[in-house]
């Protein structure tokens, strides 16, 4: 779709799903080479500074952000998710725009599913209300933090209610709808999921006693992820969008 496309989507239907286009903050992708040829990729101030040039550089007048922390993020620990989170609202501020950061944890994964199409299976089932606690806790904190910074209520409880409101009412889930249609998609599969395509090998590993799984490691499940090719190993490899690995209970 062209800029004036989306653009005209945003102002018919209020919303679109964009990527990063090659105009946008040109010199992010440049730094970002010459980081990994001299090894500052995980040079905090520098991750603050190419997020938040693409926010800025988009246009943005208010920013929420979702700061991970944990084995699966780039911040391991809280104490520098809160250092970057702070590195970040101090760029906002420079920029004149508001910015709340929202530290969330990665120590594993939210949610029952990894890989492409099984967690966009997950997503539109949390449009239609069946999701998991985790889930519906990062939905409703992000999201009551946007309400709040676009002026349409002061209140995080009541922002939280209404998200939660507008979710069981179908209007979530009828925008996304909205959303998919108007950018060319096939509505279809949000309809009916199971026409996502299906994993070739569907391999269950049964617990060979009883008890509790104590923790899955966010950057181990995504690694395994990745080998069986819900991401990519070397930069010209496809990705398959059927790979993925689901839990259906974290106890067993």
Same mark, same amino acid.
């Given at each position: 779709?062209?800029?004036?496309?989306?653009? &005209? $989507?945003?102002?018919?239907?209020?919303?679109?799903?964009?990527?990063?286009?090659?105009d946008l903050a040109p010199a992010d992708k440049k730094l970002y080479a010459l980081r990994? =040829?001299?090894?500052?990729?995980? /040079?905090?101030?520098?991750?603050?500074? #190419?997020?938040?040039?693409? +926010?800025?550089?988009? !246009? *943005?007048?208010?920013?929420?952000?979702?700061?991970?922390? !944990? #084995?699966?993020?780039?911040?391991?620990?809280?104490?520098? &998710?809160?250092?970057?989170?702070?590195?970040? +609202?101090?760029?906002?501020?420079?920029?004149?725009? %508001?910015?709340v950061c929202v530290i969330t944890n990665m120590d594993e994964p939210i949610g029952k599913?990894?890989?492409?199409?099984?967690?966009?299976?997950?997503?539109?089932?949390?449009?239609?209300?069946?999701?998991?606690?985790?889930?519906?806790?990062?939905?409703?904190?992000? !999201?009551?933090?946007?309400?709040?910074?676009? !002026?349409?209520?002061?209140?995080?409880?009541? /922002?939280?209610?209404?998200?939660?409101?507008?979710?069981?009412?179908? +209007?979530?889930? #009828?925008?996304?709808?909205?959303?998919?249609?108007?950018?060319?998609?096939?509505?279809?599969?949000?309809?009916?999921?199971?026409?996502?395509?299906?994993?070739?090998?569907?391999?269950?590993?049964? *617990?060979?006693?009883?008890?509790?799984? %104590?923790?899955?490691?966010?950057?181990?499940?995504?690694?395994? #992820?990745?080998?069986? $090719? *819900?991401?990519?190993?070397?930069?010209?490899?496809?990705?398959?969008? *059927?790979?993925?690995?689901? &839990?259906?209970?974290? =106890?067993?």
């Amino acid at each position: 779709m062209s800029d004036e496309e989306l653009l &005209a $989507g945003v102002k018919k239907i209020g919303i679109s799903l964009i990527g990063q286009t090659a105009d946008l903050a040109p010199a992010d992708k440049k730094l970002y080479a010459l980081r990994d =040829s001299i090894a500052c990729v995980d /040079n905090m101030q520098l991750i603050a500074s #190419s997020i938040m040039s693409k +926010k800025i550089a988009g !246009g *943005a007048n208010k920013i929420v952000l979702e700061v991970t922390c !944990g #084995s699966g993020a780039f911040m391991k620990t809280k104490e520098d &998710a809160v250092r970057i989170s702070d590195i970040m +609202k101090n760029i906002g501020k420079l920029a004149g725009i %508001e910015t709340v950061c929202v530290i969330t944890n990665m120590d594993e994964p939210i949610g029952k599913n990894v890989g492409n199409s099984l967690e966009i299976v997950e997503a539109i089932e949390a449009l239609q209300g069946n999701m998991t606690e985790d889930v519906k806790e990062v939905i409703l904190t992000l !999201g009551s933090y946007i309400i709040k910074l676009a !002026g349409k209520g002061n209140n995080l409880e009541e /922002n939280r209610r209404m998200i939660l409101e507008n979710i069981s009412n179908g +209007k979530a889930y #009828s925008k996304f709808l909205e959303l998919v249609d108007n950018q060319g998609g096939d509505v279809e599969y949000l309809k009916d999921t199971g026409r996502f395509e299906k994993a070739k090998y569907i391999l269950p590993v049964i *617990a060979q006693q009883s008890g509790f799984v %104590e923790r899955l490691d966010a950057k181990i499940v995504g690694e395994i #992820s990745v080998y069986l $090719g *819900a991401g990519r190993m070397k930069k010209e490899d496809e990705i398959d969008h *059927a790979a993925r690995n689901s &839990a259906e209970e974290k =106890s067993i």
